[in-house]
């Protein structure tokens, strides 16, 4: 089921890293270092306010009128743009918004969600219930992958892995398009049906929100094992675009074409390819038809050694698939495994799993499913020591607005940037 966007006014909520509390609460008697201490942490950050459209932007936000609203006891401040009375909220980073749960229990809370702990158990130990630690994911997720990427200064990936993962809702089969470029996930998304139909106005949200950050973006090329239906999609949406098959994927394939046979044959049968293949990846001059001529050789040694009905298997399997490996072969930018998309998918099923007790029709899974994929590129959790304690941004050259990767969620998923 899809969600429509329930938002219908702009939100236009920052949280503001004031250190400390003792700091915010000094702060709140005086109005003008108040807006300076905010001009400052906007400034460091390197991003502007999400003023009205008429707005060019440039006016100043310091002689504002301010609001206090009682949160828990807390005065927030509003501050208003001058010039079109753009209203921003003002959260202090130790204020959650529209909760009344503490961000120290939402931090808990989150990183033992993103650590695999259901959401039952981390609600049991938090003491909070499972439906606002859902919630919670949920609200994150309402700010765009895209949005929040690129305020990190991250560039568009002109390549990328696309693929859908599989998964259920009750009993029903559906299909969570995904976008991954290295560490990061750019777009996922959730959709009943697997038709082309239904693809394209998923991955469309992407491109439309990639394009909007920069017109001029074209991808380059697009790693896919998907279904035909989701190769349709890319190539509708990104024209120009390589379209490759992964090249692990066809080794895990090759033994599923090889029946009745002898294990052993079919892994020298099986190694042989992998030797091909690599081989092939090494001579990067290595020319269309000189590999097509290795393919062809391979699918005879197939028919001699295994019979000719694998051999017929085989030769008609390459003759479909060829092409995409090719095309992975031609340009050595190309992503060549999909194996980080696959690693992805696996970090997001294990939630999926744990979420099986809110997924249901109604459910606000695509804010959900957005919320993890925050998690997933804004968590430091990368298991080898090569990127220990970075997360999946910073492992991609992205830049994070302070060492804290909570403070850094919410400050990301703000609203009231532009
Ligand atoms: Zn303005």
């Known amino acids: 089921m899809r969600n429509t966007a329930r938002q219908t006014r702009d939100n236009r909520t920052i949280t503001v890293d004031f250190h400390d509390e003792a700091t915010?609460?000094?702060?709140?008697?005086?109005?003008?270092?108040?807006?300076?201490?905010?001009?400052?942490?906007?400034?460091?950050?390197?991003?502007?306010?999400?003023?009205?459209?008429?707005?060019?932007?440039?006016?100043?936000?310091?002689?504002?009128?301010?609001?206090?609203?009682?949160?828990?006891?807390?005065?927030?401040?509003?501050?208003?743009?001058?010039?079109?009375?753009?209203?921003?909220?003002?959260?202090?980073?130790?204020?959650?918004?529209?909760?009344?749960?503490?961000?120290?229990?939402?931090?808990?809370?989150?990183?033992?969600?993103?650590?695999?702990?259901?959401?039952?158990?981390?609600?049991?130990?938090?003491?909070?219930?499972?439906?606002?630690?859902?919630?919670?994911?949920?609200?994150?997720?309402?700010?765009?992958?895209?949005?929040?990427?690129?305020?990190?200064?991250?560039?568009?990936?002109?390549?990328?892995?696309?693929?859908?993962?599989?998964?259920?809702?009750?009993?029903?089969?559906?299909?969570?398009?995904?976008?991954?470029?290295?560490?990061?996930?750019?777009?996922?998304?959730?959709t009943e049906h697997a038709s082309a139909a239904a693809l394209t106005e998923s991955y469309v949200a992407f491109q439309r929100a990639a394009s909007q950050q920069e017109p001029s973006y074209r991808v380059r090329g697009i790693l896919t094992d998907g279904f035909d239906s989701s190769l349709k999609s890319l190539r509708t949406l990104f024209p120009g675009a390589r379209l490759g098959n992964c090249l692990r994927h066809a080794l895990i394939k090759l033994p599923t074409k090889l029946t009745a046979i002898a294990s052993p044959v079919r892994k020298a049968l099986r190694s042989r390819f992998h030797t091909l293949l690599s081989r092939a990846r090494q001579r990067k001059g290595l020319r269309v038809f000189a590999l097509g001529q290795r393919l062809r050789r391979f699918a005879d040694h197939v028919a001699t050694t295994a019979g000719a009905a694998n051999g017929q298997r085989v030769r008609r399997w390459v003759q479909d698939k060829k092409a995409g490996w090719y095309r992975v072969l031609a340009d050595p930018r190309m992503p060549v495994t999909s194996t980080l998309l696959d690693q992805a998918h696996n970090a997001i099923d294990r939630k999926l799993f744990m979420m099986k007790g809110f997924h249901h029709p109604k459910g606000s899974q695509q804010a959900f499913l957005r919320g993890l994929a925050h998690l997933y590129n804004l968590v430091p959790y990368q298991r080898r020591a090569q990127h220990a304690g970075q997360c999946g941004v910073e492992v991609e050259g992205g830049t994070l607005p302070t060492r804290d990767w909570f403070l850094n969620l919410q400050i990301l998923t703000s609203g009231g940037f532009r």
């Not at 301010?66 to 005065?75: D, F, H, P, T």
């Not at 981390?122 to 700010?143: D, F, I, K, T």
């Not at 568009?156 to 995904?178: I, N």
């Open 24 to 190: 915010y609460f000094k702060l709140l008697d005086d109005r003008k270092a108040f807006v300076e201490f905010i001009l400052t942490f906007l400034l460091a950050l390197g991003v502007h306010l999400k003023h009205k459209a008429t707005c060019g932007g440039g006016c100043l936000t310091r002689h504002s009128h301010y609001m206090r609203v009682r949160l828990g006891g807390i005065a927030i401040w509003r501050l208003q743009c001058t010039t079109c009375r753009a209203v921003f909220t003002v959260l202090p980073h130790f204020v959650l918004r529209y909760r009344s749960m503490s961000p120290e229990i939402a931090r808990h809370v989150l990183f033992a969600t993103h650590g695999g702990l259901s959401l039952e158990r981390c609600a049991v130990l938090c003491n909070v219930s499972p439906m606002a630690v859902y919630r919670l994911v949920c609200a994150l997720g309402h700010q765009g992958l895209v949005t929040v990427l690129t305020r990190c200064g991250l560039p568009l990936p002109t390549y990328f892995l696309a693929d859908e993962k599989h998964s259920q809702c009750l009993a029903a089969r559906v299909y969570l398009p995904t976008i991954v470029s290295g560490r990061v996930i750019w777009h996922l998304d959730y």
